[in-house]
């Protein structure tokens, strides 16, 4: 199925959504119950398939580290492996840019507060030197 995807949005996310929405791949990966989320229904198949090379991945714990990267939070307690996010939804990819730019924005705070721990570490390794 061709969508329409915002400019601007990292390949990453119009791939996923291709895969998850093609119906063709629906034993392998398929879309949610809550159309907010997809399930890896055959982690072997999606490897052997090589469908995760689309994503410059080999292995399935890349592929994995990828989509947690990218914005996606595994469900717990689900026996099959389930992702969500409150913007990568069924039938509406102009949400895809949402889901782009809090993950970015999330990203840089996790590093600003990673770099003010280690400047405060420093700081304090100084004074200790004195």
């Given at each position: 199925?061709?969508?329409?995807y915002?400019?601007?949005?990292d390949?990453?996310?119009?791939?996923?959504?291709?895969?998850?929405?093609d119906?063709?791949?629906?034993?392998i990966?398929?879309?949610s119950?809550?159309?907010?989320?997809?399930?890896?229904w055959?982690?072997?198949?999606?490897?052997?398939?090589?469908?995760?090379?689309r994503?410059?991945?080999?292995?399935?714990?890349?592929?994995i580290?990828?989509?947690?990267?990218?914005?996606?939070?595994?469900v717990?307690?689900?026996?099959?492996?389930?992702?969500t996010?409150?913007?990568?939804v069924?039938?509406?990819p102009?949400?895809?840019?949402?889901?782009?730019?809090?993950?970015?924005?999330?990203?840089?705070?996790?590093?600003?507060?990673?770099?003010r721990?280690?400047?405060?570490?420093?700081?304090?390794?100084?004074r200790?030197q004195?």
């Amino acid at each position: 199925m061709v969508h329409e995807y915002p400019k601007g949005l990292d390949s990453f996310y119009s791939d996923i959504y291709e895969v998850v929405d093609d119906p063709s791949l629906d034993s392998i990966i398929s879309w949610s119950k809550s159309n907010k989320g997809f399930v890896i229904w055959d982690p072997k198949e999606l490897i052997e398939r090589k469908i995760v090379t689309r994503f410059f991945c080999r292995e399935l714990s890349q592929f994995i580290s990828d989509v947690e990267l990218f914005g996606f939070r595994r469900v717990k307690g689900s026996k099959h492996l389930k992702y969500t996010n409150a913007n990568f939804v069924r039938g509406q990819p102009d949400l895809l840019k949402k889901m782009q730019s809090e993950t970015s924005f999330a990203r840089f705070k996790k590093r600003r507060r990673a770099a003010r721990a280690k400047a405060q570490v420093e700081e304090r390794l100084q004074r200790l030197q004195i």
